[in-house]
């Protein structure tokens, strides 16, 4: 199990400088957003991946795996009607199946609620082409040796695939062991029904849930909002949750390295007192 902290948090410095920092601060590793290396993310050279796995090895930590994924580049949609621009989504997936493979990750996130969100009058449609898009992942993934997890979020997000029980039934559908579904802290807290310890105990046994991210539904840092994490650590401690964390606050107060310092500290505390 390893902890790595979403490196958009700390993206204003170099990612030798991101790579350094992450480790003095505690984290295992970090959980890399494409868009904050290179604005083609999936067609990185040779020598750029080289060198992003030796910055994170010199530093003595991994990249754990790549979240945020269709960000970059520009333009794309796993709902849209256009076959052009949908198969150049495809394989963009695939391509980053391979990027997290190379770079020694084992997941990829899919997020990106405004790459998801459904054409009005064709919401149908868009739910049927997205599992399409997401079916040609799970297969680049599997041939990768990486697990692609479709990440529900909140609806102050996205119109689409909102709870775990939505991503579930499109996992379910599709039944490849390298497709699943996650846990997102702040999501979950905004938009399941029943609290977040209650739904790792329900989902966690089915083996769907692949990742799981640390942050409040206020968008800060684990213990920076009302959510306990106590209770969902001794839940995930409970179910044998066997995955990587990744620290995921998209608020950053004062500024990146301190939420990062405060959130590793916190976390970390949290998970200590539930195995005392």
Do not use: M, T
């Given at each position: 199990m390893k902890i790595g902290l979403c490196n958009e948090v700390i993206a204003a410095l170099p990612f030798e400088k991101q790579c350094e920092m992450a480790a003095q601060l505690g984290y295992d590793g970090l959980e890399l957003a494409p868009m904050t290396v290179d604005a083609e993310p999936h067609l990185l050279s040779a020598a750029k991946r080289a060198a992003l796995r030796k910055a994170a090895s010199d530093a003595g930590i991994v990249i754990t795996g790549l979240h945020y994924l269709m960000r970059a580049p520009a333009g794309l949609s796993i709902t849209s009607r256009d076959a052009a621009q949908r198969a150049h989504t495809v394989d963009v997936m695939r391509a980053l199946c391979d990027l997290?493979?190379?770079?020694?990750?084992?997941?990829?996130?899919?997020?990106?609620?405004?790459?998801?969100?459904?054409?009005?009058?064709?919401?149908?449609?868009?739910?049927k082409l997205a599992i399409d898009c997401f079916a040609a992942a799970g297969e680049a993934a599997a041939k990768a040796g990486v697990v692609y997890c479709v990440e529900p979020l909140s609806r102050k997000q996205t119109d689409h695939i909102n709870t775990i029980a939505e991503a579930a039934d499109i996992v379910t559908a599709i039944s490849n062991p390298a497709l699943r579904t996650m846990?997102?802290?702040?999501?979950?807290?905004s938009t399941e029904t029943e609290s977040i310890p209650d739904a790792i105990k329900r989902w966690l046994p089915t083996g769907l849930i692949g990742h799981v991210?640390?942050?409040?539904?206020?968008r800060r840092g684990p213990g920076e909002g009302d959510l306990h994490f106590s209770p969902i650590f001794e839940a995930l401690r409970e179910q044998n949750y066997a995955g990587d964390y990744g620290i995921e606050p998209f608020v950053y107060v004062p500024d990146g390295p301190t939420c990062a310092a405060r959130a590793i500290g916190y976390v970390r505390g949290a998970m200590e007192a539930v195995t005392r």
């Open positions: 997290a493979a190379e770079l020694g990750g084992k997941i990829l996130v899919h997020g990106s609620p405004e790459q998801r969100k459904l054409e009005p009058g064709f919401e149908a449609e868009g739910r846990l997102d802290c702040s999501s979950a807290g991210h640390l942050n409040d539904p206020n």
